[in-house]
């Protein structure tokens, strides 16, 4: 069985448009909106091509209408273009993203799958890296062959006391220094993180097209094409871990 895992779309539709590989399931581990402008195509395949979803902490904003609170950084960024998201949502996508379960269990091919956007411990919001102690600590009695996980938007694939735990990064806003769209192919329990190039420029251009704003636009754009890796001093919500919800 070929696994496709995707998280943290981020309403990237040019990003989500560049993988392109045949899987005979799809597993999403949340955030389908903010921080780019074209939340509807991200919606509607996910809606026709995961196996199982999450719930992201963005997703959750988006859905209960919690307004941003912050007016730079990627915070900033979050606010303006949740109100893109709100005026773009029709009923029924905005259910859909009210209705995502906070974590999934799943069972592919006899192999035991729990899905969690954040951390079992703290499923939307707590932001972990690859530190095998503090997973140890967080894993209990989850009883399941893989932990897949997303919200840091940086990759990683370790095996902490017989689980393996799989972020595969962020299709639609990487963090780790490489802009391309990262996602995970899992293949007869082998796991492979790939990268695919897309148009970053046309995803800038899309977002000038919903009016967001010369400076956010530009925070956007650098952003996306430094792979998250741009002056601390433009990121002031970084030391809060970058994502937190109501906050972003």
Known sequence: MRILVVADIHANWTALSAIDEKFDACLFLGDLVDYCTEPIPCIDWVRQNASASVRGNHDHAVAQRIPGRRANGLGGLATVTRQVQWDMLKPAHTKFLARLPVTRRITL???????????????????????????????????ADFVCVGHTHIPYCMEVDGVTVL??????????????????????????????????????????????????????????????????????????????????
């Open 167 to 248: 972020n595969p990064g962020s299709v639609g806003q990487p963090r780790d220094g490489d802009p391309r769209c990262s996602y995970a192919i899992i293949e007869n329990g082998r796991v492979e993180i790939r990268r695919v190039e897309y148009d970053i420029d046309q995803t800038v251009r899309q977002m000038h097209d919903c009016g967001v704003d010369d400076e956010m636009l530009g925070l956007a754009a650098r952003f996306l094409r430094a792979g998250g890796q741009i002056d601390d001093s433009e990121m002031p919500e970084a030391a809060n871990g970058w994502d937190s919800v109501p906050a972003d």
């Open 109 to 143: 091919d006899g192999t035991v799958f729990f899905l969690v956007h954040a951390t079992p411990r703290d499923p939307l919001d707590e932001y972990l890296r690859d530190d095998p102690k503090a997973w140890s600590e967080r894993l209990g009695l989850i009883g």
